[in-house]
């Protein structure tokens, strides 16, 4: 009995299989999206002229704010089609242009955004009582998975007043789950996994 | 819901359950007891009763008023009589401090009857505020009757 | 070279903690409306018949200041009196927030009762409060009124003030030719006359502890004040000075009491020693002086003056005798009384000839008209800070009205008897 084909054949599978654990089949689609946080090399091609152009758009290196840079159509002097100065366009608006540090921060008005529709939700479930004082202030920790399901709601700072405390978790019992919050894996695991509600009567 | 959550709720209405308040009230049938009172400020002996009247929020008075005044100043010393001036008021306002503007209107009245030469020991001013308007009615016409001084003599 | 890489991991550790800071999303303010409750009839378990209903009692209480919806018993889809029938599926189709039931009764004495009743939270499906109340059967309406407390603060965090009374003034009428001092419920209900006279009453006044009143009487002829003990109607007078003797206000510790005097030469803020058996001159100016009230914590009052030309608002400082002017909008402000948090006050404040119940922030000055009704005056507000009863006018007659502190709910109290002017909010007792 010839043991080696098999025995080759079961360590490439378990290979196999342990590489792909470990991600190194993963392809990072990421580089081809649009709104990746890296930066990527443009070309610019010609309706008209014999051969295409390979022009690289330049990064700035040493931006200090958050502005993307204007890329300076005019001198290209191309006659191509409108799609592709808009999607130059679209790349100059893209956060592509952001300086090093902050390449890896998902954009505020993301954040802002589906905060925006927690907020909503809990605002339109949190009946306040009336023994609200205004310095009253409820910190409650949320842990959520991707479907916007509530896992589990605990005080991390209560207010000294039960029945205000109580009220804020009885607005998150109403909820269960949250709408509306679909994003993108690394925003949820970086801010929406786990956050901090505060209640405050004003 | 599946099972852990359930398992989960019911350990936690447990636990929480034996965290809620409890109380014990009692009542009793005590009840308040009532007085009364029967006196009243005599009017008897009156011989003239006298009005002046004043302005919104005002306790000046005016030509008119004090002619009046002087007329009943002599009245007064000729008969040798006693005063007592009362001050009202219309009700609009707070009625403490109508009290306050009904003295200052009958003690300005006061004052002028000593000007005119009665003696200060022949007066007592008192003042209702309030409390005892002329006639009822919530419009100016009502309320121009209420403000007023009583020069009453005896 | 060490200080650098000590620098290095100090900037990285702040900024990886910069980086993985949590998301704190503010939630400011929620719902303002009415808690949903449900409060089933108390299983009624005497061999006496049932004369009231304490559940209908507890709903009129909790629907007086539009704070609840009070789900009506026959909506309800089970009438459970003990915690092994509620379900909770029950009371949260019928969109209810809480739920209370309860059940009465008889204990060795054959004249008391046994209330027991619980409060449940439907969305959080849980107890929140056990309670009982014993007491004479005929005291049943007062033991109702105990539940409702208890019900309101523990869904509002603040006491409820359902088991106080109101004192007020009850004008002449043709049939009755005097006037009155009443106590009352809040409900208008057990209503009580303290005292009665031929002559005005005016200002009454609670002791912190409910056990005495003072008020105003003019029965000798001018004013003069008097204090009545509650439980034995004994009255004493002060001892009555020149001129106007007015305005008794008890300090909450409850050692003294504030007034106006007139006797030298114009009305002053006074304070009576009981101590001493004297009056203590407070302020002394030319002006009208008035309506003092005494701030939470017994070291200030606040008063209405015309020394700047018109009525307005001042502070004093009862040790240091220093005044603070604390109303500059309009030209008549008057008769204040502090909020239990002394922060605010609340005042009949005139604005375009029309006198309104206006707030004012002390700190902020900031003003906030409560009341579209016009003549109103002598405002009294809640032990708990949360509803201003006043007085005010319909068509001819003296009615109380009230509105909630933040203006939203407005109500009259057209069951007290009479004509009703001046009410008194009395302390809560325990």
């Given at each position: 009995?010839?043991?080696?084909?098999?025995?080759?054949?079961?360590?490439?599978?378990?290979?196999?299989?342990?590489?792909?654990?470990?991600?190194?089949?993963?392809?990072?689609?990421?580089?081809?999206?649009?709104?990746?946080?890296?930066?990527?090399s443009?070309?610019?091609?010609?309706?008209?002229?014999?051969?295409?152009?390979?022009?690289?758009?330049?990064?700035p290196?040493?931006?200090?704010?958050?502005?993307?840079?204007?890329?300076?159509?005019?001198?290209?002097?191309?006659?191509?089609?409108?799609?592709?100065?808009?999607?130059?366009?679209?790349?100059?608006?893209?956060?592509?242009?952001?300086?090093?540090?902050?390449?890896?921060?998902?954009?505020?008005?993301?954040?802002?955004k589906?905060?925006?529709?927690?907020?909503?939700?809990?605002?339109?479930?949190?009946?306040?009582?009336?023994?609200?004082?205004?310095?009253?202030?409820?910190?409650?920790?949320?842990?959520?998975?991707?479907?916007?399901?509530?896992?589990?709601?605990?005080?991390?700072?209560?207010?000294g007043?039960?029945?205000?405390?109580d009220?804020?978790l009885?607005?998150?019992?109403?909820?269960?789950?949250?709408?509306?919050?679909?994003?993108?894996?690394?925003?949820?695991?970086?801010?929406?996994?786990?956050?901090i509600?505060?209640?405050?009567p004003? | 819901?599946?099972?852990?959550?359930?398992?989960?709720?019911?350990?936690?209405?447990?636990?929480?359950?034996?965290?809620?308040?409890?109380?014990?009230?009692?009542?009793?049938?005590?009840?308040?007891?009532?007085?009364?009172a029967?006196?009243?400020?005599?009017?008897?002996?009156?011989?003239?009763?006298?009005?002046?009247?004043?302005?919104?929020?005002?306790?000046?008075?005016?030509?008119?008023?004090?002619?009046?005044?002087?007329?009943?100043?002599?009245?007064?010393k000729?008969?040798?009589?006693?005063?007592?001036?009362?001050?009202?008021?219309?009700?609009?306002?707070?009625?403490?401090?109508?009290?306050?503007?009904?003295?200052?209107?009958?003690?300005?009245?006061?004052?002028?009857?000593?000007?005119?030469?009665?003696?200060?020991?022949?007066?007592?001013?008192?003042?209702?505020?309030e409390?005892?308007?002329?006639?009822?009615?919530?419009?100016?016409?009502?309320?121009?009757?209420?403000?007023?001084?009583?020069?009453?003599?005896? | 070279?060490?200080?650098?890489?000590?620098?290095?991991?100090?900037?990285?550790?702040?900024?990886?903690?910069?980086?993985?800071?949590?998301?704190?999303?503010?939630?400011?303010?929620?719902l303002?409306?009415?808690?949903?409750?449900?409060?089933?009839p108390?299983?009624?378990?005497?061999?006496?018949?049932?004369?009231?209903?304490?559940q209908?009692?507890?709903q009129s209480?909790?629907?007086?200041?539009?704070?609840?919806?009070?789900?009506?018993?026959?909506n309800?889809?089970?009438?459970?009196?003990?915690?092994?029938?509620?379900?909770?599926?029950?009371?949260?189709?019928?969109?209810?927030?809480?739920?209370?039931i309860?059940?009465?009764?008889?204990?060795?004495?054959?004249?008391?009762?046994?209330?027991?009743?619980?409060?449940?939270?439907?969305?959080?499906?849980?107890?929140?409060?056990?309670?009982?109340?014993?007491?004479?059967?005929?005291?049943?309406?007062?033991?109702?009124?105990?539940?409702?407390?208890?019900?309101?603060?523990?869904?509002?965090?603040?006491?409820?003030?359902?088991?106080?009374?109101?004192?007020?003034?009850?004008?002449?009428?043709?049939?009755?030719?005097?006037?009155?001092?009443?106590?009352?419920?809040?409900?208008?209900?057990?209503?009580?006359?303290?005292?009665?006279?031929?002559?005005?009453?005016m200002?009454?006044?609670?002791?912190?502890?409910?056990?005495?009143?003072?008020?105003?009487?003019?029965?000798?002829?001018?004013?003069?004040?008097?204090?009545?003990?509650l439980?034995?109607?004994?009255?004493?007078?002060l001892?009555?000075?020149?001129?106007?003797?007015?305005?008794?206000?008890?300090?909450?510790?409850?050692?003294?009491?504030?007034?106006?005097?007139?006797?030298?030469?114009?009305?002053?803020?006074?304070?009576?020693?009981f101590?001493?058996?004297?009056?203590?001159?407070?302020?002394?100016?030319?002006?009208?002086?008035?309506?003092?009230?005494?701030?939470?914590?017994?070291n200030?009052?606040?008063?209405?003056?015309?020394?700047?030309?018109?009525?307005?608002?001042?502070?004093?400082?009862?040790?240091?005798?220093?005044?603070?002017?604390l109303?500059?909008?309009?030209?008549?402000?008057?008769?204040?009384?502090?909020?239990?948090?002394?922060?605010?006050?609340?005042?009949v404040h005139?604005?375009?000839?029309?006198?309104?119940?206006?707030?004012?922030?002390?700190?902020?000055?900031?003003?906030?008209?409560?009341?579209?009704?016009?003549?109103?005056?002598?405002?009294?507000?809640?032990?708990?800070?949360?509803v201003?009863?006043?007085?005010?006018?319909?068509?001819?007659?003296?009615?109380?009205a009230?509105?909630?502190?933040?203006?939203?709910?407005?109500?009259?109290?057209?069951?007290?008897?009479?004509?009703?002017?001046?009410?008194?909010?009395?302390?809560?007792?325990?």
């Amino acid at each position: 009995m010839n043991y080696t084909s098999p025995l080759i054949l079961s360590v490439f599978i378990h290979l196999g299989i342990g590489l792909s654990f470990s991600n190194f089949f993963n392809i990072d689609f990421d580089i081809f999206n649009i709104e990746s946080a890296k930066p990527i090399s443009a070309y610019v091609i010609f309706e008209k002229e014999t051969e295409p152009k390979k022009q690289q758009i330049k990064i700035p290196k040493n931006t200090k704010s958050a502005e993307p840079v204007k890329n300076d159509i005019k001198t290209i002097a191309i006659s191509s089609p409108d799609l592709v100065i808009d999607k130059l366009q679209q790349l100059s608006s893209t956060e592509a242009y952001l300086p090093k540090e902050r390449r890896n921060k998902f954009s505020q008005s993301d954040i802002e955004k589906y905060s925006f529709l927690i907020k909503q939700q809990v605002f339109n479930n949190w009946k306040r009582p009336k023994g609200s004082n205004p310095e009253l202030k409820t910190e409650i920790q949320i842990n959520l998975v991707p479907t916007g399901e509530i896992l589990s709601a605990k005080i991390i700072k209560g207010s000294g007043n039960q029945v205000f405390d109580d009220s804020a978790l009885v607005a998150i019992s109403r909820i269960n789950n949250f709408e509306g919050l679909n994003m993108q894996t690394k925003l949820f695991d970086e801010h929406f996994r786990t956050f901090i509600l505060i209640f405050s009567p004003n | 819901m599946n099972t852990t959550h359930k398992t989960l709720l019911t350990m936690l209405v447990f636990l929480i359950a034996s965290c809620s308040s409890v109380s014990t009230d009692r009542t009793n049938d005590a009840t308040a007891i009532s007085a009364s009172a029967s006196g009243a400020y005599s009017d008897n002996g009156l011989t003239s009763n006298n009005i002046l009247y004043f302005a919104y929020d005002r306790s000046d008075i005016n030509s008119e008023g004090r002619a009046k005044i002087r007329t009943l100043a002599k009245l007064i010393k000729d008969n040798d009589l006693s005063v007592r001036v009362e001050g009202h008021c219309d009700e609009r306002g707070t009625r403490e401090y109508n009290l306050a503007l009904g003295e200052q209107r009958a003690k300005t009245v006061a004052e002028l009857l000593i000007i005119n030469g009665v003696s200060s020991n022949k007066i007592s001013t008192v003042s209702y505020g309030e409390e005892k308007p002329a006639v009822s009615g919530s419009n100016e016409n009502s309320w121009s009757k209420n403000r007023r001084a009583l020069v009453k003599t005896f | 070279m060490i200080k650098k890489r000590v620098f290095l991991i100090i900037l990285s550790l702040v900024f990886s903690a910069f980086l993985s800071s949590q998301l704190r999303i503010e939630i400011k303010g929620g719902l303002e409306d009415p808690i949903n409750i449900a409060i089933v009839p108390f299983q009624w378990n005497l061999k006496t018949p049932q004369q009231e209903s304490i559940q209908r009692v507890v709903q009129s209480d909790l629907e007086s200041f539009g704070e609840y919806a009070v789900l009506s018993p026959e909506n309800m889809l089970s009438l459970p009196s003990r915690a092994e029938e509620v379900f909770f599926k029950d009371w949260r189709i019928l969109g209810s927030d809480f739920l209370v039931i309860g059940e009465v009764n008889s204990l060795e004495e054959p004249t008391e009762m046994l209330v027991n009743y619980l409060i449940f939270d439907v969305v959080r499906e849980r107890i929140i409060h056990r309670g009982k109340v014993i007491g004479p059967i005929v005291t049943q309406r007062k033991m109702a009124h105990k539940i409702s407390d208890k019900i309101y603060s523990k869904t509002q965090g603040i006491p409820g003030i359902f088991s106080t009374k109101i004192a007020y003034i009850d004008k002449p009428s043709d049939l009755n030719p005097v006037y009155n001092l009443m106590i009352s419920d809040i409900d208008g209900f057990d209503s009580l006359s303290l005292f009665s006279s031929p002559q005005p009453l005016m200002s009454p006044s609670w002791s912190s502890d409910m056990k005495k009143i003072a008020y105003v009487s003019f029965e000798e002829g001018s004013s003069r004040i008097y204090i009545q003990e509650l439980a034995t109607a004994e009255r004493i007078g002060l001892k009555q000075e020149e001129g106007i003797n007015s305005s008794p206000n008890w300090s909450p510790d409850g050692k003294k009491m504030s007034a106006v005097l007139s006797k030298s030469g114009n009305p002053d803020i006074h304070i009576y020693d009981f101590k001493q058996s004297r009056w203590i001159q407070l302020t002394n100016h030319f002006g009208i002086d008035t309506e003092p009230d005494w701030s939470p914590d017994s070291n200030k009052l606040i008063f209405t003056s015309n020394r700047s030309g018109s009525p307005q608002i001042y502070e004093l400082n009862v040790k240091s005798k220093k005044v603070k002017r604390l109303t500059f909008e309009g030209s008549y402000n008057a008769r204040a009384r502090y909020l239990p948090n002394g922060k605010e006050i609340v005042f009949v404040h005139r604005r375009n000839g029309i006198f309104h119940i206006a707030t004012q922030n002390i700190k902020t000055g900031k003003i906030k008209i409560l009341t579209d009704t016009t003549l109103d005056e002598s405002p009294t507000v809640s032990p708990n800070g949360n509803v201003v009863i006043y007085a005010t006018k319909d068509g001819e007659k003296d009615i109380l009205a009230g509105v909630t502190i933040d203006g939203r709910t407005k109500f009259t109290m057209p069951s007290m008897k009479g004509e009703a002017r001046e009410p008194s909010w009395s302390p809560l007792i325990d």
